[in-house]
């Protein structure tokens, strides 16, 4: 049966009604020394959480004492002593998670402002500006969006009918290499299929998708101004008409 989240908290942190059950039956069995310092050294893993200023990494103190009775079996004691150090795993990773995004959005938001200070306030050229930022970012993020608001007084809600309408405008994630595969009439009927099947099966994703590793984003278009050399598909701007299957690996084998 799945463990139930109580309400009880020990200095900010959740425990479980197991836990709960388990500190209950040493405070009633233990000594009043005793109590106090298998609690604390329970709890102790929070206690350096929320040291001010402390890098160090965090260790489980080993053992919560070793004159205690019957009634609290070892097999329980080293189950808590497990399931804290899962807790502080968990916690250490999502700290790092939240540094690390800390520091892309501020990189992100300076190349951002950067762009946006050649404008100098300058509204009418909000669509400029966003073809700058989406070449540099490769999408536009919201925090993106709301600093170029702010930089260039235009109302938010307008920015997105423009980032919504145009589609060189992205508002999720790109790949940092773009590939587009051409399915307009003249390349339908000179196997624009069968390239597009080709070429998602060496991508391993599929049209309107961008790879885990965020190398490539694939894309179809209904036209490329260059029916003659259909079917088409144009890797980074770099057009390529009907590549076989290992010229197709190596053109993508050379973006990487």
Known sequence: MAKRKTKTNFIGIKVTAEQVALLSRLQKTLDLHTKTEVILRALSL?????????????????????????????????????????????????????????REVTQELSKTDEILTRYQGDGSALIQALLELQRENRWLSEDTLKWVGRKLGVPLTQIYHVATFYKAFSLVPRGRHSVSVCLGTACQVRGAPRLLDK????????????????????????????????????????????????????IIAACA
């Open 199 to 250: 070429v998602m099966d060496t991508l391993g994703i599929r049209a309107g998708e961008t790879s885990r590793d965020m190398q490539f984003s694939l894309d179809t278009v209904n036209c490329l101004g260059c029916c003659a050399l259909g079917p088409v598909m144009v890797v980074d701007g770099e057009y390529h008409s009907n590549p076989s299957t290992e010229e197709l690996k190596k």
């Open 46 to 102: 929070a206690d350096r959480l929320y040291s001010a200023g402390s890098s160090a990494s965090l260790e489980v103190p080993s053992g919560l004492g070793n004159n205690l009775p019957d009634i609290v079996s070892r097999s329980e004691l080293a189950k808590f002593e497990a399931e804290a150090r899962q807790y502080v795993n968990t916690v250490e990773q999502a700290k790092n998670k939240s540094r690390e995004v800390i």
